[in-house]
């Protein structure tokens, strides 16, 4: 059987919503693969994938509903076309970095540089990168929250005290329980903003960015492409473009 066929006839099993994870464990295969065959199954109108309790592990997260089992085998195989392009392969070139609209949410990763004592959480993070991204988006007057490892989805007025919890020291299922609740906290929030603009590093992108394309109406990433030192220009130059602008 071809890969949609495994994936179909376990939705169609579960006659229900059933989460990634779960038709991984139904299928064996890996969760990128069954994310590229549902975005296509998805774009063909096979299935729906929504944010909603899974029937096999019943987590509210990204899940998947068949809409038309008889319509499997008769649906043309257009493999490419509607599969979503991995903004991996997009070159590293583009010129234009485009900006979210300054109402988009922005969501901004925690960084391991904090003060030494409890402090709202904008002025807890104190290192270089951190401290432009804030300026970058106060200049915009945009509204915010921050990608804690420790807290999950933190409003930068929060006051926290310091901790050590990092992305990078978490296993691959510490950090889906990490996503999960963060995601939980996104929903509603993405039907407010309808776009997110992610200021965030690889580790917090590669869980997050599948999901928040299904939650938001647009996600931007208008850094994915550049280095630290690159990233830190850009802030400086945006921050400053709208200064001025006011
Ligand atoms: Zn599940």
Same mark, same amino acid.
């Given at each position: 059987m071809a890969q949609t066929d495994v994936i179909c006839a376990a939705l169609i099993d579960a006659a229900g919503l059933l989460c990634d994870d779960c038709v991984a464990a139904r299928t064996g295969l890996g969760s990128d693969t069954i994310q590229e065959i549902c975005g296509g199954l998805e774009a063909r109108k096979l299935i729906r994938r929504r944010f909603a309790g899974c029937v096999?592990? &019943?987590?509210?997260r990204v899940s998947n509903q068949m809409l %038309?089992? *008889?319509?499997v085998e008769s649906a043309? @195989? $257009?493999?490419? @076309?509607a599969v979503e392009v991995p /903004? @991996?392969?997009?070159?590293? /070139? %583009?010129p234009a970095m485009p900006i979210a609209p300054a109402g988009a949410l922005h969501l901004v990763s925690c960084v391991a540089a904090k003060g030494p004592t409890p402090a709202p959480a904008k002025d807890l993070y104190v290192s270089p990168w951190f401290v432009k991204a804030r300026a970058y988006i106060e200049s915009r007057r945009a509204p915010w929250r921050i990608l804690s490892a $420790?807290? &999950?989805?933190? *409003?930068?007025e929060t006051v926290i005290a310091p901790y050590d919890e990092? !992305? !990078? @020291?978490?296993g691959a299922a510490e950090r889906r329980r990490w996503a999960d609740g963060v995601l939980v906290h996104l929903a509603p929030l993405a039907e407010q903003y309808g776009t997110v603009c992610m200021l965030a590093g690889n580790r917090y992108r590669e869980i997050l960015m599948p999901e928040l394309r299904r939650l938001f109406r647009q996600v931007d990433v208008?850094?994915?492409? !550049?280095r630290i030192g690159e990233q830190m220009a850009w802030l400086a130059r945006e921050a400053n473009t709208q200064c001025a602008s006011f």
């Open positions: 096999g592990c &019943g987590r509210f %038309s089992p *008889d319509s043309p @195989a $257009k493999p490419d @076309a /903004s @991996a392969v997009i070159p590293p /070139s %583009s $420790k807290h &999950g989805l933190l *409003d930068p990092t !992305l !990078l @020291a978490m208008p850094m994915e492409t !550049l």
